[in-house]
């Protein structure tokens, strides 16, 4: 079973990490010019949309292809000019389909219409690639499969996106805007491009999660302390009175090596007082095992962390984790030679 210590460990890096993110980026977003991230900035309005009234429906005579889509919840018929020949683009629940207006039949555009149309949406110095298939974004940008991407080869690096089933320019994207997508999706934690635009999505519903479990572990953590009595106050009674007491430290083989009034409340913070007799790694929390010692007269209860850390011969013996225990007067041990070398090097 994971202790309590150990998961307040991983969950602290992880929200840790993740609110390093988080301020990392709102810093970029406060400190980075806006125009840095204009996605626009050589795009030109080349869509001239006029919301279809009732009279010109009639005109154009559009019923047998609102009839094939009857199915499909009608919701808007509008009126466009695509590469100056009318269209017109019919949105229902499902997709967006688009008819010549000459004829109605279904938009079809060939890589030169496409190219026209990508050149009549840019204004940079760049010149345009042919279009390939970006069906991969598509939904990110609303789009139907045939989503296509023009590049140029301006210094923004900037690509136009294309619906080939509809004629519409969805896109332009460059450099600056490519980083501004990704720092959003850092700071939203919107790790998966399912996701749309939603911020009650999985990956935030995981983190505010592994949060609330944080704030528990934590909370268990700091009861046992509690109980421990590590967050007890000393009064200026009991501070007098332990001035007067001191602790022993002897070698692994006995000797006397140092004598040490109580200062503190850890036995750890009174062995390492003003120098480090005793290593640890972990600060005293209990997860390094390093400040091992030996208790000599009336060892205490060990902890869960003790339980878990050494043997039940070495407990037997009084050896115990300095870290978990309040000031112990009277003898305690190193109990290796590489604590001894170590008092030495001090």
């Not at 050589?42 to 009234?53: E, F, G, P, S, V």
């Not at 635009?197 to 935030?204: D, G, T």
């Not at 060990?302 to 309040?326: F, M, W, Y």
Request: hydrophobic letters at 40%.
């Amino acid at each position: 079973m994971i202790q309590a210590r150990t998961l307040h460990r991983w969950l602290a890096l992880i929200i840790g990490g993740q609110m390093l993110i988080w301020i990392v980026t709102g810093l970029a977003f406060n400190l980075v010019n806006e125009d840095y991230f204009n996605a626009n900035r050589y795009r030109t309005n080349i869509d001239a949309r006029i919301t279809a009234k009732s009279s010109e429906i009639e005109i154009l005579n559009i019923t047998p292809v609102l009839l094939q889509l009857a199915n499909e919840s009608v919701q808007s018929v509008t009126l466009s000019t695509l590469l100056d020949d009318p269209i017109i683009r019919i949105k229902t629940a499902a997709a967006t389909h688009s008819y010549w207006g000459a004829d109605l039949s279904p938009l079809r555009l060939s890589e030169q219409q496409i190219t026209q149309l990508a050149q009549a949406s840019y204004k940079g110095p760049g010149l345009i690639s042919p279009p390939q298939p970006a069906a991969g974004e598509a939904q990110k940008y609303a789009a139907s499969p045939m989503l296509l991407r023009l590049d140029t080869n301006d210094e923004l690096a900037t690509s136009i996106y294309i619906d080939a089933n509809t004629g519409e320019v969805k896109a332009h994207e460059n450099r600056g805007s490519r980083l501004k997508q990704l720092l959003f999706m850092l700071h939203f934690i919107d790790y998966f491009p399912s996701n749309g635009l939603s911020f009650n999505h999985l990956a935030v519903r995981t983190i505010a999660l592994l949060a609330f479990i944080l704030g528990l572990s934590g909370m268990t953590i700091m009861l046992r302390q509690i109980k421990a009595g590590h967050y007890r106050l000393i009064n200026n009674k009991q501070s007098n009175k332990q001035k007067n007491q001191q602790i022993t430290l002897l070698s692994p083989q006995g000797e006397t090596l140092e004598h040490l009034t109580l200062h503190h409340l850890s036995l750890l913070d009174n062995l390492n007082h003003k120098k480090e007799r005793i290593r640890t790694q972990c600060g005293g929390g209990g997860q390094c095992g390093m400040c091992r010692i030996k208790i000599l007269n009336n060892p205490p209860q060990p902890t869960q962390e003790e339980l878990s850390k050494l043997r039940p011969q070495h407990l037997e013996e009084g050896i115990r984790l300095s870290c978990q225990h309040l000031n112990i007067s009277g003898e305690v041990s190193l109990i290796s030679s590489a604590q001894l070398r170590h008092w030495k090097m001090q």
